[in-house]
């Protein structure tokens, strides 16, 4: 019940014990034609360019910044918690000059706020995270994408921690390229990198394409200042997983197996659905924290659905208590990075493990631990909050 990773869905674990096959086996291509198909899904887009990147929600991040950003583009992050300073680092790694404007852990930016940095710094590329999990909070991005269009700007967002149990909306939001991993609402274990790219993104990628010597046909353009990544370079990537199956890594089968599997569950729930129900075990895990006298941390109208962050209170140990909640309850919570380290902990309600039954477990542990630690509840107060929530849902639907 951390942030992320959490336990997978035991469907993904049995689609990862399957056997392997060939890569150029028609079972495998389909399958990853089948994977980029249910991810166009997950993502809410109709883009081409949805695939997989072999590697955690990093390597998809590195992918799309090594293959967007050539040395001397400006590239505006602004940064509203630890992954945000991810992004200015990666996008540093990859030669841009990047202007950054910082928001206090616990807020985030208004529409108004980022066109004003964009006027400022005049970006080819503004990256941003969606939620970023070191302090729970969304950044709003419905307004971004319009923003970005009417200043020629390039939108990339790394949705890791909310796709799949927050709206996502990649076209309607008008969002170039996003990437994600599996290990949060999806349900899976981290290793796969889900990416897709607008027609835009693709266009500004493949002139950048250098086709390797060894695979190069007679006539395939020789570029000077090729993708600086061969790993993650997406142009050649493309063109695995695009109809000319070009040799590049040897696609990671089990974990192919396992990233469809995380898609197709979830697209049989059907995301509005899944969405709903990490609202529903979300708000249930505050009001059960709440009435255990927890104070919640960050503007809670931009939270994400599936993780929450409550203010340890004084007297308390937090890592002790969260080694209680292990050690005793086989219970993970996590605390948070950098400023926040030893002052919240991030209770999760994610992917196979957004259900009842865990917020109230959770709840009843959580109390226990507090109770040890000196903190006066009352006996039954977050079990029985989360039990009221759930009964005036029910009632309501
Ligand atoms: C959890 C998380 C990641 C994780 O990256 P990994 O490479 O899979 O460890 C990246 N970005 C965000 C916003 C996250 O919440």
């Known amino acids: ?24 086996d028609p079972a495998m291509t389909g399958y990853m034609n089948e994977t980029m198909a249910l991810y166009r899904q997950v993502f809410r887009t109709a883009n081409e360019a949805t695939l997989i990147v072999d590697g955690t929600s990093r390597a998809g991040i590195e992918a799309a910044l090594v293959s967007l950003i050539e040395p001397g583009d400006v590239v505006l992050v602004p940064i509203f918690g630890r992954f945000g300073h991810l992004l200015r680092e990666i996008a540093e790694r990859c030669g841009a000059e990047v202007q950054v404007r910082e928001r206090e852990w616990g807020t985030v930016f208004t ?25 729970t909070l969304a950044q709003p991005l419905d307004e971004i994408g319009e923003i970005c269009a009417r200043h020629g700007v390039l939108l990339y967002t790394d949705a890791t921690a909310s796709l799949g149990g927050n709206t996502f909306e990649t076209d309607a939001w008008g969002i170039d390229v996003v990437t994600a991993g599996l290990q949060k609402c999806l349900g899976g274990p981290s290793g796969s990198a889900p990416i897709t790219l607008s027609p835009r993104a693709v ?69 509005p659905a899944a969405v709903e129900r990490h609202r529903l075990h979300g708000t249930a895990m505050v009001h059960g924290l709440r009435a255990l ?13 599936n993780v929450v962050g409550v203010e340890i209170p004084a007297g308390i140990d ?19 990075f950098g400023p926040l380290h030893g002052r919240v902990w991030r209770i999760g309600t994610m992917g196979y493990n957004a259900r009842r039954d865990t917020v109230l477990l959770t709840l009843a542990a959580l109390e226990q631990v507090l109770r040890r630690g000196g903190v006066a509840v009352t006996g039954g107060s977050g079990v029985g909050a989360a039990l009221d929530f759930y009964a005036g849902e029910a009632t309501a639907a």
């Open 203 to 271: 266009e500004i990628i493949t002139a950048r394409k250098s086709i390797e010597a060894g695979i190069r046909a007679e006539g395939d353009p020789v570029i000077a200042q090729p993708i600086r990544s061969n790993y993650f370079d997406l142009a050649q990537i493309l063109d695995y997983w695009g109809p000319k199956r070009l040799n590049h890594h040897t696609e990671a089968t089990s974990a192919l197996y396992g990233a469809r599997e995380c898609a197709v569950i979830l697209v049989e729930e059907g995301i």
């Open 318 to 336: 937090g890592d002790g208590a969260r080694a209680a909640m292990l050690g005793d309850y086989g219970i993970e919570i996590g605390t948070s």
């Open 1 to 24: 019940m951390g942030p992320g990773p959490i336990n997978a869905d035991p469907r993904v674990l049995r689609a990862m014990s399957a056997q392997l096959v060939g890569q150029y």
């Open 293 to 305: 006298g927890l104070t919640l941390f960050g503007d809670q109208s931009v939270k994400m659905t």
């Open 111 to 135: 529409p108004a706020e980022i066109e004003e940095a964009i006027i400022q710094t005049r970006p080819k590329l503004l990256a941003i995270v969606h939620g970023d999990t070191s302090t």
